[in-house]
Every structure is written in C-alpha cells, then in structure tokens.
C-alpha cells in the first residue's frame, strides 16, 4: 500500500496479488532470506516445472479420454495380432509338396504370416506406452498397428499361397 503501512502477503487466501496490513505485533519486517524461501519462489502453478537454465517449463496434462481409449485399443490390438498369427498359421494348410525343393517362398509367406502381426502388436504397444509416457496424443497407434495387422497376414498369405499354388 502506498500509506506507508507494512504489509504482507495474504497467504491465506492463496491471492498472491493482494495483500494487507500487517497485524499488530507484526511489524512486517523480514530479512531477505526470510522473504526468499523455496515456497515463495516456487512457481504458482502445479504443473509447471523449472528448466534448468531457470525459465518454467509446462508439463502436458494427462488426457484421460486418450488414456482409456489407449487402452482399450491396446486390448483390441492384442487381440488382433493373436487372431492374425492363428489365422496366418492357418495358411500351412495350402501347404505345397516340395518335391523340387522350391519351399523357400512358401516358408517366407508363412513366416510373414504368422510372425508379422505378433512383431507389429509389440512395436505397436511398445509405442503406445512411450506416446502416453510422454503425454503425447497416442490413441492412433493402435488403430494404425489393428490395419497393419491385417495387411501383413493378407501379404503373407498372398505370398504362400503364390507358392503353394500348382498353377
């Protein structure tokens, strides 16, 4: 206040802009260490961090609707990619005779099958739980990894089935 009446901050009330007179018996005056404590000098907002060359640096907030739906397309994701490695194990069954020794495509094919959507559900969980670590927008890997799923098991089976075929 501009009357010459000590003051303080009204901390009770957490409205750090305002303040009032000091009580009586406070005769307001502090030491500058007493006015610099880590409390003071702390930032106001809760998710505000300090960097290390002193500026704040904002923390993302947690989106609980990209959280469940992550989860929920994790789950369908995994499931996903052991229906496609069963239906991909499915494609032994158009297995060629291999008399001539010309199974290597049809080996290809297979392992592309069986081994494709199990390798992309884990890349696809394991990014998934990095974006949501970072609080990044992750809810699209799955959706992205459930479509890859499905066309590595159709490129596999394409490919066994090229080589498996007596045409």
Same mark, same amino acid.
Do not use: H, Q, Y
């Given at each position: 206040?501009?009357?010459?009446?000590?003051?303080?901050?009204?901390?009770?009330?957490?409205?750090?802009?305002?303040t009032?007179?000091?009580?009586?018996?406070?005769?307001?005056s502090?030491?500058?260490a007493?006015?610099?404590?880590?409390?003071?000098?702390?930032p106001?907002?809760?998710?505000?961090?300090a960097?290390?060359?002193?500026?704040?640096k904002?923390v /993302?907030?947690?989106? @609980?609707?990209?959280?469940l739906?992550?989860? =929920?397309?994790?789950?369908l994701l !995994? +499931?996903? *990619? #052991?229906?496609g490695a069963?239906?991909?194990?499915?494609?032994?069954l158009?297995?060629?005779?291999c008399?001539n020794?010309?199974?290597d495509?049809?080996d290809?094919?297979l392992?592309?099958a069986?081994?494709?959507?199990?390798?992309?559900g884990?890349?696809?969980?394991?990014?998934t739980?990095?974006?949501?670590?970072?609080r990044? /927008?992750?809810f699209? @890997?799955?959706?992205?990894g459930?479509?890859? =799923?499905a066309?590595?098991?159709? !490129? +596999?089976? *394409? #490919?066994?089935?090229a080589?498996?075929?007596?045409?």
């Amino acid at each position: 206040m501009s009357d010459g009446t000590p003051t303080r901050r009204d901390d009770e009330t957490g409205d750090d802009a305002r303040t009032r007179p000091a009580a009586d018996g406070d005769s307001g005056s502090s030491t500058p260490a007493e006015r610099s404590t880590p409390e003071s000098n702390a930032p106001a907002d809760a998710a505000a961090a300090a960097a290390p060359d002193g500026r704040t640096k904002r923390v /993302r907030p947690v989106r @609980v609707w990209d959280l469940l739906l992550s989860i =929920v397309l994790l789950l369908l994701l !995994v +499931g996903v *990619a #052991i229906t496609g490695a069963l239906v991909g194990s499915l494609f032994a069954l158009n297995a060629p005779s291999c008399v001539n020794g010309s199974c290597d495509l049809f080996d290809v094919g297979l392992g592309i099958a069986i081994w494709g959507p199990i390798v992309v559900g884990v890349l696809g969980l394991a990014a998934t739980v990095i974006l949501l670590a970072l609080r990044r /927008r992750a809810f699209w @890997v799955p959706l992205v990894g459930i479509a890859l =799923v499905a066309v590595v098991v159709f !490129v +596999g089976g *394409a #490919i066994s089935f090229a080589a498996g075929s007596s045409f």
